[in-house]
């Protein structure tokens, strides 16, 4: 499966990730693009999507948030990771194999390194006019 979608306001997110959620609900979501693309904005629609009332903001200090109660998604932010040892040092085992849905921005060691795992790769390019390009494709 390979989709692409144009994001053009922060309602286009919230569809985006209501679409997702009813198609993909047990997946874990693998996000790439440059800084500032619109990961973290994803991980709030779609933690909206969920009726999860957390504050969602960027991991990039704490590499993991964790949000929600009965259903809960855990968001990793991995772009200053740069080795395997780095990446299970933080027990990324236990996230991913928890039953619970794992947003994880910058997730090439992830895939590198678990590569039987399901995922829905999300890659964000930002076009000239500020556009948010959106490709969706499953492992």
Not at 14 to 26: N, P, V
Not at 31 to 37: E, I, R, T
Not at 78 to 94: F, H, K, P, S
Request: hydrophobic share 40%; aromatic share 10%; charged share 25%.
């Amino acid at each position: 499966m390979n989709i692409t979608k144009k994001i053009e306001t922060i309602e286009a997110w919230d569809e985006l990730a209501s679409s997702i959620l009813a198609k993909y609900k047990d997946s874990h979501i693998f996000l790439q693009g440059q800084l500032g693309a619109g990961k973290t904005s994803f991980v709030k629609a779609y933690c909206q999507a969920l009726n999860i009332n957390d504050e969602v903001s960027s991991p990039s200090y704490s590499l993991v948030q964790e949000y929600g109660d009965d259903i809960k998604v855990f968001h990793l932010d991995l772009y200053r990771l740069e080795t395997i040892d780095e990446l299970l040092g933080i027990g990324i085992e236990e996230y991913i194999y928890a039953d619970q849905v794992c947003c994880i921005e910058w997730p090439n060691l992830v895939i590198d390194h678990f590569p039987d795992l399901d995922y829905l790769l999300i890659d964000i390019k930002v076009n000239e006019n500020g556009e948010r390009i959106v490709s969706l494709s499953n492992s």
